[in-house]
């Protein structure tokens, strides 16, 4: 059986692992004395180690080998993705992690339907992408941030906004030698306005089809398209 993926923030010799992640180990996994693990740190370094030690719901384990391992899009791709209702956003944001997205940048939109996220949800959104970063295998852990008025949306190198009235295909203006920012609207759509402000930061309105598809969906299959266009 493949050893347990593990994220660990730091790597040292030999270390105690605690809190969520040996929790997990310790109660789900029945982790013993002798066990293999994989650990990630989520900036690039993974390592074969070893559970020496139980105690209470703390693991200590001893590193075997360590190495720098990179399963990642060869340029970042940074997801702006407006705020949604329910649990919309675990969707896009595990979905999200196992494609590739480096970095998720929440939204504040006109016609959102959710006006703001509560601190809670934000955490609990984190800690999606470190079990999706676990399960699909990423060597760097994305980032979930914000959320962040429209209009303080930064200017970018190259970004592509999501519009169901574009002509442009994604693969037809993408350049895959550079890193790539990627909007994505609310249920209501964006504004008028709001990609006025998106086109002047950078970004080229690109269609996903003659469908409209829901939000969560039309972001993964943004992202999915960018990464194919950079080769993956
Ligand atoms: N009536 C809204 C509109 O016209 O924008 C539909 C919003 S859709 C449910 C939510 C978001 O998904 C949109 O803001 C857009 O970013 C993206 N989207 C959905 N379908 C799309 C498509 N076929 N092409 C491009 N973007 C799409």
Do not use: N
């Not at 789900?28 to 066990?35: C, F, H, I, Q, T």
């Not at 690039?44 to 719901?57: F, I, M, N, P």
Request: charged share 30%.
């Amino acid at each position: 059986m493949r050893p347990h993926r593990a994220y660990v923030p730091a790597i040292e010799d030999e270390f105690w692992i605690e809190g969520r992640e040996a929790r997990h180990l310790v109660r789900v996994l029945r982790a013993r004395p002798g066990d293999r693990l994989t650990l990630f740190d989520g900036r690039g370094t993974e390592a074969r180690a070893r559970v020496v030690a139980v105690e209470g719901e703390r693991v200590r384990v001893r590193v075997e080998e360590r190495r720098s391992a990179r399963r990642e899009p060869p340029a970042p791709v940074t997801l702006y993705l407006a705020l949604l209702k329910g649990e919309k956003l675990f969707d896009a944001v595990r979905m999200g992690t196992e494609l590739g997205v480096s970095r998720f940048v929440l939204l504040e939109t006109r016609h959102a339907v959710a006006k703001a996220i509560r601190p809670q949800k934000l955490e609990r959104l984190r800690r999606v992408a470190i079990e999706a970063a676990k399960q699909s295998g990423r060597t760097e852990l994305p980032g979930v941030e914000g959320p962040l008025a429209l209009e303080a949306v930064p200017p970018v190198e190259q970004g592509l906004v999501a519009d169901p009235r574009a002509g442009a295909r994604v693969f037809e203006v993408l350049d895959p030698a550079r890193p790539v920012a990627l909007a994505v609207g609310p249920e209501g759509g964006f504004a008028e306005e709001e990609l006025r402000t998106l086109v002047e930061r950078g970004f080229t309105p690109v269609t996903l089809g003659p469908r409209i598809l829901r939000a969560e969906t039309a972001a993964c299959a943004l992202v999915a398209l960018a990464t194919a266009a950079f080769g993956q």
